[in-house]
């Protein structure tokens, strides 16, 4: 039996081509495609090239169509899911989610996703949720921390959002002036003098970013 492909992988392979040979691979399957319309790895490769070049519609095409030649391939419903939230349909990326979970409850990567869907349809409980168990799998991605961060920001928590951000910042330690923006408005939301000197840090760091900005156009 010919082993699944995991489409994440081919989407982060493909993400180092040109978009010439993006649209080579798809060319390439196509004809694979028409000589075999239940290959289903070529769906998922030509697919993952879709995403690539962000032409997502397509891509959940092939991905559905891989999905229909086996109903259990759990990656196949995860890329989908992700397809589905870049194009906003949040719901569709939900149920997608969690078939990946129910097949393979090992790709842990799919609750930090199914969290941000939660999370753009302002379901931050279940958005929190997702979040933290995507923390407790793995307690060192610094992304997690600031995303759940706002989701608790969103329901009024500034207290676990501010120890969130600080995380997220500690892990980070290039926190972005956009990471320490959040934390100010969280410690603002608590009347925490310590918010005017984050928002202080923020605004130096937006300042020192333009700079460099600035200086390395000049030098071009």
Do not use: W
Request: glycine share 4%.
């Amino acid at each position: 039996m010919t082993e699944k492909l995991d489409p994440q992988k081919v989407i982060n392979e493909l993400s180092n081509k040109t978009i010439e040979q993006c649209r080579q691979a798809i060319a390439i399957n196509t004809k694979l495609i028409e000589n075999n319309p239940n290959n289903s790895r070529a769906y998922i490769i030509r697919a993952a090239a879709y995403s690539t070049i962000e032409l997502y519609y397509n891509a959940i095409s092939d991905y559905t169509k891989a999905i229909e030649l086996d109903p259990e391939y759990a990656a196949a419903y995860n890329t989908r899911g992700d397809a589905y939230s870049t194009t906003e349909q949040y719901d569709e990326a939900i149920a997608d989610y969690a078939k990946a979970i129910e097949l393979n409850p090992a790709l842990t990567a799919v609750y930090f996703s199914r969290g941000l869907a939660y999370g753009n349809i302002q379901k931050y409980d279940n958005a929190i949720a997702d979040l933290t168990t995507a923390i407790e799998l793995n307690p060192t991605r610094a992304k997690t921390y600031f995303f759940r961060g706002f989701a608790y920001n969103s329901i009024q928590q500034s207290d676990k959002a501010i120890a969130d951000y600080t995380k997220g910042i500690e892990l980070n330690l290039r926190g972005t002036a956009n990471e320490l923006h959040l934390r100010a408005g969280s410690f603002d939301k608590c009347a925490c003098e310590e918010g005017i000197i984050t928002m202080e840090e923020a605004l130096e760091k937006i300042k020192r970013l333009k700079t460099q900005g600035a200086k390395t156009t000049e030098s071009k």
